[in-house]
């Protein structure tokens, strides 16, 4: 199957309470190969990827996942997206973007998540928010 955008909005959309894509529809679209990174970890093939989204999962109480915008050019996808995680009552929101790369039958290879971990974990915790603010505006004025 070609990726397009129908297909890859089902992947990355997820309301909170309902059901995360099963391993079958990460088969349909990945490359048994996939090479995944994001802030927090690199994996390679397609288990490492299946054990690293169902552990994301498993370490919630609930994720939430929608899509804004996707963009496919020959052999290079983005999406963006707004994620969110409730864990432990809080709720966590990330936004950020997935660069797909694809292989020449149409197969995601490459899966990398652009996101701001530290801002999203820690920001709206009351000592360590103001701290990562103060460290942010450090770098940036």
Not at 6 to 29: I, M, Q
Not at 33 to 56: H, M, N, S
Not at 57 to 65: F, G, H, M, P, Q
Request: charged share 30%; glycine share 8%.
């Amino acid at each position: 199957m070609i990726i397009n955008e129908t297909e890859l909005k089902k992947l990355f959309t997820k309301a909170y309470g309902t059901v995360a894509p099963s391993r079958e529809d990460w088969e349909a679209l990945y490359s048994k190969d996939v090479k995944f990174i994001d802030p927090t970890q690199a994996k390679t093939g397609i288990d490492a990827y299946i054990k690293a989204q169902e552990g994301l999962i498993n370490r919630c109480d609930d994720v939430y996942l929608e899509t804004h915008a996707i963009a496919i050019n020959r052999d290079v996808a983005f999406v963006e997206w707004t994620m969110g995680l409730k864990i432990k009552g809080l709720e966590f929101i990330y936004p950020g973007t997935t660069r797909l790369v694809l292989d020449e039958i149409g197969m995601v290879k490459e899966h990398r998540d652009y996101f701001d971990f530290c801002s999203g974990t820690f920001g709206s915790v009351p000592v360590l928010g103001s701290f990562f603010r103060w460290l942010y505006k450090r770098f940036v004025d």
